[in-house]
């Protein structure tokens, strides 16, 4: 295959997106029409000037913004919009099933009740798997830099809806807030029956990722640094505990230099099973296709790597055996009939 039949096969995969911050999907144009729905001022007057705003020099810097673009959220509507126009979008790459990250304190904290957040985000991901046809589900992220305490608050606050929440995470700033500063959140969510993924070794050092795994994550989100520490890679290859990588989102954030500095290849050499994301595409500009074709040129991928890469996404998804099966199926027909 040429690099463009790779690329137009990377457009038809079936595949999950399994690393996605719903806030940080927010495209200018949706932020600039929800500033003017709730009567707000932002420091840009058009898509361009803040597009132009985009270019970041560490996860804090694009915190700043993201925190910025929170703002704009305030009513149960425009939840529903902002989920709706990232799961078209999501559909139009051929994401089949999308597990989403919301940090509800980014809104709760300024005074905007759980339910407002969470009604809009579960009614746009109804009415989209009727249309356009994919399925969606919810993982609720803790901010670190904020207290263990409120974490707990936060638990509390989401058990009306228990039995829809795919994972509890952690996310936010990660250097100066270790996984083991949220030990007990996490111990008690696990005794309730929570799923748990957790950001690490994104900024924060390969110890961060072993505290991760020592806290009992299903996922690793991120987990680059680990690649510092030969003897857990092993370990994790060995648990087959997934990787969320988030390509161009670590070349923007200057968590690499280049993309090729990025550790996919080596840890698919390990054997670890890693999948592809776009972490917070709006202000990365790169969707998941985007991500797979970056990796597919920086590393060389082959038509086998990248169908390895898809199928990695189902396997690590949390979905039910049936429905595994079925969307593995569905990237064995895709491949058959792609030549
Ligand atoms: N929240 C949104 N994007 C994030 C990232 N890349 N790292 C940590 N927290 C985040
Ligand atoms: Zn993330």
């Avoid at 051929?94 to 304190?105: K, S, T």
């Avoid at 901010?143 to 809806?161: D, V």
């Avoid at 994104?202 to 994550?217: C, K, M, N, Q, T």
Wanted: hydrophobic content about 45%; aromatic content about 8%; some cysteine.
């Amino acid at each position: 295959m040429t690099v463009h039949e790779l690329d137009a096969f990377i457009d038809g995969l079936p595949k999950a997106e399994l690393h996605m911050h719903l806030e940080g999907s927010i495209e200018p144009e949706l932020m600039l029409d929800l500033a003017r729905r709730n009567g707000m001022n932002l420091p840009w007057l058009t898509a361009d000037e803040l597009r132009a705003a985009y270019h970041f020099s560490n996860l804090q810097s694009f915190l700043d913004l993201f925190w910025t673009g929170c703002r704009v959220l305030v009513q149960e509507q425009d939840f529903y919009d902002l989920a709706m126009a990232y799961l078209r979008r999501a559909r139009a790459d051929n994401v089949l099933h999308a597990e989403l990250f919301l940090a509800p304190q980014n809104f709760t904290l300024r005074g905007i009740a759980a339910g407002t957040v969470i009604r809009g985000v579960k009614r746009a991901f109804e009415d989209a798997a009727r249309e356009p046809g994919i399925s969606a589900s919810l993982m609720i992220i803790a901010q670190r830099h904020h207290p263990e305490a409120a974490a707990f608050e936060l638990l509390e606050q989401m058990m009306p809806w228990a039995h829809e929440i795919a994972a509890i995470g952690m996310g936010g700033p990660e250097v100066g807030h270790p996984p083991s500063k949220f030990t007990n959140f996490f111990r008690e969510c696990r005794t309730r029956g929570f799923r748990v993924v957790i950001h690490a070794g994104e900024e924060g050092p390969a110890s961060y990722v072993r505290e991760a795994l020592d806290l009992g994550a299903d996922r690793i989100d991120h987990g680059n640094s680990c690649i510092d520490d030969p003897a857990l890679v092993r370990t994790i290859a060995e648990q087959q505990t997934p990787l969320t990588l988030c390509p161009i989102s670590n070349l923007r954030l200057k968590v690499i230099p280049t993309m090729e500095a990025q550790p996919l290849r080596k840890l698919m050499e390990q054997g670890v099973r890693v999948t592809i994301n776009s972490d917070d595409p709006s202000y990365f500009t790169g969707y998941i296709n985007d991500n797979f074709k970056a990796c597919r040129e920086a590393f060389a991928l082959t038509k086998a790597e990248l169908i390895g890469l898809a199928r990695n996404s189902f396997t690590a998804a949390f979905l039910s055996e049936d429905n595994r099966q079925r969307y593995l199926g569905m990237i064995d027909s895709y491949a058959a009939g792609a030549q």
